[in-house]
């Protein structure tokens, strides 16, 4: 079983940058893990994940500006965000799950997930 807990939200101008970190509860590493978004009125979307390879996948509108940093000692996942637009406000959300096979994450439908921590950029 997997725990989360988000934070390091809060409010910035456009172009600013934050760091989220999201820890894990776990006995075991976490291999699978991803930030997703939601803003008033939207769906949920995926920002960026950890995929079954190892590899890091980043939603087109984050590219090169967002980037994870996996501390898998530490039991943290971060996203660094930098040259933040007012269009990346939303609530941020951080999901896990167990295993190498990170399927579930992927698609969103992990079972680990944290309340939240909520951006705002303003322009």
């Known amino acids: 079983q997997v725990h989360v807990a988000e934070s390091g939200g809060g409010s910035v101008q456009a172009g600013g940058s934050l760091r989220l970190s999201c820890h894990f509860e776990?006995?075991?590493?976490?291999?699978?893990a991803g930030w997703f978004r939601q803003a008033p009125g939207q769906s949920r979307e995926k920002v960026a994940v950890i995929d079954s390879d190892g590899s890091f996948k980043y939603a087109d509108s984050v590219k090169g500006r967002f980037t994870l940093v996996h501390d898998y000692m530490a039991k943290i996942l971060y996203l660094e965000m930098n040259d933040l637009k007012p269009e990346d406000t939303a609530m941020y959300y951080c999901?896990?799950?167990?295993?190498?096979?990170?399927?579930?994450?992927?698609?969103?439908?992990?079972?680990?997930w944290g309340r939240g921590t909520q951006v705002t950029v303003s322009s």
């Open positions: 999901s896990a799950e167990l295993g190498r096979n990170c399927a579930y994450t992927v698609a969103g439908s992990a079972e680990a």
């Open positions: 776990a006995i075991f590493r976490i291999y699978c």
